[in-house]
């Protein structure tokens, strides 16, 4: 079973960046595809980011350009840097990893981008 905690989240300014981090457990980190989902109030949830254990990435164009997804390995963490943080970036994130297994999910942390 894979534990994911995440954290990093909070209040920003339009504009402003923030780097969002995921810590999970177990010895097999490096086969897992790991991702970044939101979801906003009265929303569904969307995919932000994702990494595969080959280190490919994909966003959607909603936040192409802006967000950058990595992992590190060796400390069985994932990061999101977020730049240009627009109000509609507003939701509660979630770090997820797949494998075969099936697809675990951690707690969520806030993200509110508000003057």
């Known amino acids: 079973q894979v534990q994911l905690v995440e954290s990093g989240g909070g209040l920003v300014q339009p504009g402003g960046s923030l780097r969002l981090s995921c810590a999970a457990s177990?010895?097999?980190?490096?086969?897992?595809?790991m991702g970044w989902y939101r979801q906003a109030p009265g929303k569904q949830r969307e995919l932000v980011a994702r990494?595969?254990?080959?280190?490919?990435?994909n966003y959607p164009d909603s936040v192409k350009g802006r967000f950058t997804i990595s992992r590190d390995n060796s400390k069985n963490t994932v990061h999101l840097q977020m730049n240009n943080l627009k109000p509609e970036d507003t939701a509660v994130y979630y770090c997820?990893?797949?494998?075969?297994?099936?697809?675990?999910w951690g707690q969520g942390t806030q993200v509110t981008v508000s003057s």
């Open positions: 990494i595969t254990s080959s280190s490919s990435t």
């Open positions: 177990g010895s097999i980190f490096s086969r897992y595809t």
């Open positions: 997820s990893a797949s494998f075969a297994l099936g697809t675990y």
